[in-house]
């Protein structure tokens, strides 16, 4: 069977000492920073962007990667032990998980979420594999026109499933493709949108603006709020579960995967919306509801397989049509070009041990998470001890020396303390900085695909909608944005995100 | 009745109509074309009157449709300090050398906290200035002069 096959490939260039060493590298960091509340794996993944430089491409990836799914396990863990999501895709754990480590069943829980997030990950890995050989199939038959809507539909999805104003997110796509056309005109060669500048003559550096964003910008914003950090750690003993907890959590993890996997693979999903949507679909379905927000078992296992499957399954369309769905995939899109490689349908076929050595090694990443933190739990804790006034500084200096490795050019740096700038006053006008890193990635691919559809069209912008695919892809987007406008979707979608 | 119902919709509509202008200027400048041959102002300009509508319709609502207020305070203090950080390491790396940017950046960053001591500080700045030299300069080996010119390097 080829999809034996493909995985043996795959296997055979994850298990190099090498990339084994990467992956654990990748998994253990996404652990350290996930237990860390104000740094996320976006921040990280920036952060060591310029260290991949000098890795193989694979490696590179399997470790960037390892960061990502690596993250959602130590978000969970302080979640349930301390009441402190280290992401925002595990806050919805602390509810319930909290609650059980008040009660005493802390390494219940903790077993629960690893339990849930391995059976996940392995069923999102195998996803994966299934899937993207015919998406990339698919793919691979798109013109200019098909790949534009496809673009228009991933960006005007990832506003309508993220949280807040629409107009907003809208208004931040668009200021990010904007910014992400700056530098030289691919046709003509003219330099344009450089602010006048002539070290912008290349457009804005991808690594400084996402480390501006995302890095300099949070560390920003966790300073308006300096309280001390206090808790109380609790007690972790007996990391097995009861028959019956065991029974009890079957459903939600298989329930919890599903979904998971479906929202992952839509733009603008992955890790957080999935855990959202997991734990309201748990509540909905228990016989007793009641228990939620009490210590309900299913309340972890739910929303803990689904982030973890949605994290991983976002990398569907990352990998077979060159789009990212999130942030983090808007980062590794930036890692692949960085490493000389256009991400789109051609990597599985040019490149087949990047891709299938890059999925067997999520599985194998998911493996080592399960062995690797339970026994270190007590480790991440007393990292919590740490203060956040002397961790901080050092992130700063960090990104500093990141974002000038890359050229060895101090521009980069303005670069990113004006993004930085950028980023805290639009967080502050309540604009979230995700959708602009996706226009800043999409940005130059949009324009060309554009300008190629519309001159093979001889100017005629019907081309969009006489085309099938490209209509129907057109079609979903404007039903999107039409549906989240409908009071009764948006309501249930402001409630999901209260929660 | 105030005249402005959301100070941060208005605010955020502002915000978006410069920022559009200022991309329109830009490209204004640039060959434009026609639809079916974009020259290369055509997308740019396209998108900063996107832009500046969204901010238009922001006004509006703001205007209109009241809502929160802002909420958190806005960390000037941080916002400052984490700048001048930033920039100091950019104005020192060449002429001052890695040693003393990553020094500088750190004490700066610092700063920036309410809970910031000398006592405190200046380990952590040597402690991570040698971190950052064995991770950055020994171990991925970059090529970055240690002490810059102004200083006596070379």
């Given at each position: 069977m080829e999809l034996i096959d493909h995985l043996g490939l795959g296997f055979t260039v994850a298990l190099s000492f090498q990339n084994i060493l990467y992956c654990f590298i990748g998994v253990l960091l996404g652990t350290l920073i996930g237990v860390l509340p104000g740094l996320g794996p976006v921040a990280t993944i920036a952060m060591l962007l310029p260290i991949t430089f000098g890795l193989s491409p694979v490696a590179a990836l399997i470790m960037l990667a390892g960061i990502y799914y690596g993250a959602q396990y130590g978000g969970s863990t302080t979640a349930i032990l301390i009441n402190l999501p280290g992401e925002s895709s595990s806050v919805v754990t602390a509810l319930d998980g909290h609650q059980m480590a008040r009660k005493g069943r802390a390494g219940a829980a903790l077993a629960t979420a690893a339990l849930g997030s391995f059976f996940a990950g392995s069923v999102a890995t195998v996803l994966l594999a299934v899937l993207s050989p015919p998406l990339a199939q698919v793919a691979l038959a798109f013109g200019p026109p098909e790949y534009f809507s496809l673009m228009v539909l991933g960006l005007v999805a990832s506003v309508t499933l993220a949280s807040g104003s629409m107009i907003k997110a809208l208004g931040m796509i668009v200021l990010g493709l904007l910014l992400g056309l700056s530098g030289q005109d691919i046709y003509t060669g003219t330099s344009r949108l450089t602010f006048g500048l002539p070290e912008l003559a290349d457009g804005f550096d991808f690594v400084a603006v996402a480390m501006g964003m995302f890095g300099i910008g949070e560390v920003i914003r966790n300073l308006e709020d300096e309280t001390r950090r206090s808790f109380v750690s609790a007690k972790v003993k007996g990391l097995l579960l009861t028959k019956e907890e065991f029974k009890a959590i079957i459903a939600p993890v298989i329930r919890g995967t599903a979904l998971g996997s479906i929202l992952g693979i839509l733009?603008?999903?992955?890790?957080m919306l999935s855990s959202f949507a997991s734990y309201s679909l748990e509540k909905k379905v228990s016989k007793h509801p009641q228990e939620f927000g009490k210590g309900a078992i299913a309340g972890v296992a739910g929303p803990e397989s689904a982030n973890n499957a949605g994290a991983q399954t976002s990398f569907i369309p990352m990998l077979t049509?060159?789009?990212?769905?999130n942030p983090v995939m808007a980062l590794m899109i930036g890692a692949m070009i960085i490493q000389g490689i256009t991400p789109g349908p051609n990597v599985m076929s040019e490149k087949p041990e990047l891709f299938w050595g890059l999925i067997a090694s999520m599985w194998i990443g998911n493996a080592m998470l399960v062995l690797l933190n339970l026994p270190l739990i007590g480790l991440w804790v007393r990292l919590l001890s740490v203060p956040y006034h002397l961790l901080f500084p050092a992130i700063v200096a960090f990104c500093c020396i990141g974002v000038y490795s890359v050229n060895n050019n101090p521009t980069d740096v303005y670069t990113m303390a004006a993004f930085s700038v950028l980023g805290y006053v639009l967080v502050k006008l309540e604009c979230e900085p995700a959708p602009l890193l996706l226009g800043f990635v999409i940005g130059p691919m949009l324009e060309e695909h554009l300008r190629r559809a519309m001159l093979i069209s001889r100017g005629d912008p019907t081309v969009f909608v006489t085309q099938p695919i490209s209509a129907a892809l057109l079609a979903l987007a404007a039903f999107a944005l039409v549906a989240v406008l409908l009071p009764a979707i948006r309501q249930t979608r402001d409630e999901a995100f209260q929660e | 009745m105030p005249l402005v119902k959301n100070p941060t919709n208005v605010l955020c509509g502002a915000v978006f109509i410069v920022l559009g202008g200022v991309f329109a200027f830009q490209a204004s400048g640039l060959m434009f074309g026609s639809a079916g041959r974009m020259g290369p102002g055509y997308f740019p300009m396209v998108l900063s009157v996107v832009l500046a509508l969204f901010g238009v319709l922001l006004v509006v609502l703001g205007l209109r449709v009241p809502g929160a207020q802002v909420h958190g305070v806005f960390a000037w203090r941080g916002f400052i300090m984490l700048l001048c950080a930033v920039i100091a390491f950019a104005a020192a790396m060449?002429?001052?050398?890695?040693l003393p940017a990553v020094a500088a950046s750190v004490l700066l960053a610092f700063l920036g906290s309410r809970s910031f001591s000398l006592a405190a500080a200046l380990p952590l700045a040597a402690g991570f200035t040698f971190f950052s030299w064995l991770v950055f300069i020994k171990g991925l080996g970059l090529p970055i002069q240690l002490i810059g010119p102004w200083l006596g390097g070379y």
């Open positions: 733009p603008g999903g992955g890790a049509l060159g789009i990212p769905s | 060449q002429p001052l050398g890695f």
